[in-house]
């Protein structure tokens, strides 16, 4: 083999290594149900978007819990009947996510 298709054959391989470590992991995707709420949310490098949807006929709440590293906090929101929504968490872990009941 001679230097100029060594060569070649170095730089392609380093091209298709520089592709596969730019190539992001896929995000695990959570789905799940809570009395009348069906939600998701998908682990993210920065933050966490939950998406959710109210299947009842009747307005209620739903509870979020979310982990600051050292610290929890909750997110509540009022959705109406067969209402969808979604809240952006910058830095968070999801705890939970609850029906509060009717609004």
Known sequence: MSISTR???VAAASVVAAGLAATPASADVHR???GCF???WGDGNTS???Y???RCRT???ITIKYSLSWTYKTYTATVGGNGKGHKKFQTASIVS???AGRA
């Open 38 to 40: 069906a939600w998701s």
């Open 97 to 99: 996510i609850k029906d």
């Open 32 to 34: 799940g149900v809570a």
């Open 7 to 9: 060569v070649a054959a």
């Open 59 to 61: 307005k209620h709440k």
């Open 48 to 50: 966490v978007t939950v």
């Open 52 to 54: 959710w949807h109210n």
